[in-house]
């Protein structure tokens, strides 16, 4: 396990430690939600909202392409 007192970076911290627990986040993501934590999201409507969007994201990877495409 790494130190996380010598890093100095937040951002660098918190993705070492989204790696270690298995979070799947990138640096650009974690970005993101701190950002939106610092504004006052609620931390819990954040997981929550992160867990669906994956979902649906799994969901919709897992559809045939011709079934993905928005019809007009």
Known sequence: ???YAHDTD???VLRQ???EVGAGLTKPQIAVALRLLRQGV????????????RREARAAA??????R????
């Open 17 to 19: 430690l989204a790696a």
């Open 69 to 72: 495409t928005p019809q007009h």
């Open 42 to 53: 609620n931390p819990t409507a954040l997981v929550a909202i992160t867990q669906e969007l």
């Open 10 to 12: 937040p951002l660098e």
């Open 62 to 67: 897992d559809q045939p392409a011709d079934r």
């Open 1 to 3: 396990m790494s130190s």
